[in-house]
């Protein structure tokens, strides 16, 4: 089995099961006009709980999904009845599982993992499916701990990635569709200008997903090349990076998934680095 992945068929054998919480985690750029619970509501995997990510981010930033501190994600897990003992499924309609993946990792739970194919694949397999509110959950105490395998160094900051575009030291490579890179689509976030960091490389994070259209991420093996055919090293430093720190968290996983650990991701994103006049950008 992928300790990172589940298929459907062993999620649904085990929906319900005393010990496993299966988190619907959907979110909407601002652009959407829609919210990740409204989804929900339209119709989630039976028993499912809402993950709020903008509530499990840092209320007191200037952007948005900023990593919260510690206590904040304890809270937010809690309340959705986690503890350190719980084993987590996460899934959504496209790309955020991945974040709230490397968050739980982040804050030292590793017993989580991404269903694959999500939300679509499942419906489109026609499993069951459920609509309305979610129910509530008996609250836990979530504690915090000493992430493992040095995860806790692999968050980056401006100053970071500014130094690793100067020297080379790391590869800067950029997560969002082509068109948000270049400029050629609005950055998806209201007064945000579009561009890109000169120097960055881009890798949209659908190149992360099998070609198919059954929405499953590619193999271990197939992600590498995709890595390499746009001219990325796996085995040199990475800090990826996407709009708010959403898919750059799919590259993440996929580097995981290839048994890559020199890597961060800088969780400001385009976010931040678009909307300083102090830092260079560029469009084509």
């Not at 459907?8 to 959907?26: F, I, K, T, Y």
């Not at 959950?137 to 970071?160: H, M, N």
């Not at 800090?239 to 898919?247: A, M, W």
Request: charged share 25%; with cysteine; hydrophobic share 40%.
């Amino acid at each position: 089995m992928d300790p990172h992945l589940v298929e459907p068929d062993w999620l649904e054998q085990r929906l319900g099961a005393s010990g496993l919480v299966v988190l619907d985690c959907n979110w909407h750029a601002p652009e959407a006009n829609k919210s990740g619970l409204d989804t929900f509501r339209q119709g989630h995997l039976p028993g499912a709980l809402h993950f709020d990510l903008q509530a499990a981010s840092d209320p007191d930033s200037d952007y948005p999904n900023m990593l919260p501190v510690p206590e904040r994600f304890a809270e937010v897990v809690g309340a959705l009845g986690i503890d350190n003992r719980t084993s987590v499924i996460v899934y959504d309609g496209g790309y955020v599982s991945a974040r709230v993946w490397w968050m739980f990792r982040l804050f030292g739970h590793e017993d989580v993992r991404i269903l694959d194919g999500g939300f679509r694949r499942w419906q489109a397999e026609g499993r069951p499916v459920e609509t309305g509110d979610p129910r509530p959950a008996e609250p836990r105490v979530f504690t915090p701990l000493e992430t493992v395998g040095g995860t806790a160094g692999q968050v980056a900051d401006w100053r970071l990635v500014r130094e690793a575009l100067g020297s080379g030291s790391a590869q800067i490579v950029d997560a969002r569709v082509r068109e948000r890179f270049t400029g050629e689509l609005p950055s998806g976030y209201p007064g945000l200008p579009p561009g890109h960091m000169p120097g960055a490389v881009n890798l949209p994070w659908t190149r992360m997903m099998r070609q198919s259209g059954d929405f499953r991420f590619e193999t271990p093996e197939k992600a590498e090349a995709v890595f390499r055919d746009a001219g990325i090293d796996p085995d040199r430093p990475i800090i990826s990076t996407c709009g708010s720190g959403i898919t750059a968290a799919v590259l993440v996983f996929q580097l995981v998934r290839m048994g890559r650990n020199d890597w961060r991701l800088y969780d400001g994103s385009w976010n931040e680095w678009g909307s300083r006049a102090d830092l260079p950008r560029q469009s084509v």
